[in-house]
């Protein structure tokens, strides 16, 4: 289902994307709200810098790698935090393109909980406890349309480097990761491929239990 990007790329993009799944929540808070879940604030900007909030990540990644003492901890604590992080609706809605207008609303909310729980079970798998990140910064953020913009980095880990764009929203005075682009492939992008094709040959159904024995594969 997911073969069309080559091989090593696709294993740069999962090893890097799986990046953005580190906690910025307080310890013991519950995980904020997707903001396309709920009516967003007007008037509720980011207080904190495109970068800086990338650099938090980091460095509360390499925090929870050096706390986890086995990866089934590592696992399940990345695995609780991606809601905080990661604007699934977005993604789903840019995953989809026009056929995100033609579903209902039980439809979306169906594939929104298979999709997070394949990108979840696509993610947690590239950490291992003790696993040192380094990052490295590009010129400042690109600006996008409707006050989006992007973060250009360098990601190694271990032998292993890759050049990262984290596309960002702002809502609900803080930012949200929707896509990711390693080494010019957006993770986005990639799915609507995958899910065009199969739309085309197995319509929706068909697309559905595919997304349904991925997003329930072991980790």
């Given at each position: 289902m997911w073969t069309t990007m080559k091989a090593k790329t696709l294993q740069a993009m999962m090893v890097t994307a799986s990046l953005v799944a580190a906690p910025v929540l307080a310890k013991g808070k519950p995980a904020a709200t997707p903001p396309s879940a709920q009516p967003p604030a007007a008037d509720a900007k980011p207080t904190v810098a495109p970068q800086k909030f990338v650099e938090s990540l980091y460095e509360r990644l390499n925090g929870l790698?050096?706390?986890?003492?086995?990866?089934?901890?590592?696992?399940?604590?990345?695995?609780?935090?991606?809601?905080?992080?990661i604007d699934y609706t977005e993604m789903a809605r840019l995953a989809l393109g026009t056929k995100w207008t033609e579903i209902n609303d039980l439809q979306r909310k169906e594939f929104i909980e298979y999709l997070t729980r394949m990108v979840q079970n696509t993610y947690v798998k590239r950490f291992k406890p003790g696993q040192a990140v380094d990052i490295r910064y590009g010129a400042a953020p690109k600006a996008l349309p409707d006050d989006r913009v992007q973060v250009a980095t360098t990601?190694?880990?271990?032998?292993?480097?890759?050049?990262?764009?984290?596309?960002?929203?702002?809502?609900?005075?803080?930012?949200?990761?929707?896509?990711?682009?390693?080494?010019?492939?957006?993770?986005?992008?990639?799915?609507?491929?995958?899910?065009?094709?199969?739309?085309?040959?197995?319509?929706?159904?068909?697309?559905?239990?595919?997304?349904?024995?991925?997003?329930?594969?072991?980790?």
């Open positions: 790698s050096k706390a986890s003492p086995t990866l089934d901890v590592l696992h399940e604590k990345i695995g609780a935090e991606l809601k905080g992080i990601i190694t880990v271990g032998k292993t480097s890759a050049e990262v764009n984290y596309a960002l929203r702002p809502a609900q005075g803080r930012w949200w990761v929707y896509d990711i682009v390693v080494d010019d492939a957006s993770q986005v992008q990639t799915y609507r491929q995958s899910f065009k094709k199969i739309l085309d040959k197995e319509g929706w159904p068909g697309l559905i239990a595919r997304m349904k024995k991925a997003a329930e594969k072991k980790v």
